[in-house]
Nanobody
Framework: QVQLVESGGGLVQPGGSLRLSCAAS????????IGWFRQAPGKEREGVSC???????????YYRDSVKGRFTISRDNAENTVYLQMNSLKPEDTAVYYC?????????????????????????WGQGAQVTVSS
């Protein structure tokens, strides 16, 4: 099983930037798609971004509409780490951010009114990192 540890959260002013890191350990960590989710107080957990494995898949990425053009996901297999670079942060980005390992290698999405990630596709979760965007 993959173990995940997030770091890099904090307090930032609107318009600022943060980079979250997700350090993965475990035998098959580079074979798993990795996703970032967030959960604000009183709200459901929502998928933010994911990246497929670059070892045995195509490394494709996905972003929810509200973060497109502001967030960038990447992975460094040598370091077993996935990053989420967050720029132009807004107060509505405030949440606890979790990284999670997908059951497979491919970043799966589903379509409803918009494409989304499902928490049910992810089996290993980190402890979460608080991101607060406030002046």
């Amino acid at each position: 099983q993959v173990q995940l540890v997030e770091s890099g959260g904090g307090l930032v002013q609107p318009g600022g930037s943060l980079r979250l890191s997700c350090a993965a350990s475990g035998k098959t960590s580079d074979y798993n798609a990795i996703g970032w989710f967030r959960q604000a107080p009183g709200k459901e957990r929502e998928g933010v971004s994911c990246i497929s494995s670059t070892t045995n898949s195509d490394g494709r990425t996905y972003y929810r509409d509200s973060v497109k053009g502001r967030f960038t996901i990447s992975r460094d297999n040598a370091e077993n780490t996935v990053y989420l670079q967050m720029n132009s942060l807004k107060p509505e980005d405030t949440a606890v951010y979790y990284c999670a390992a997908e059951h497979g290698s491919f970043c799966r999405t589903y379509s409803g009114s918009n494409y989304y990630l499902s928490v049910y596709d992810y089996g290993s979760w980190g402890q979460g990192a608080q991101v607060t965007v406030s002046s």
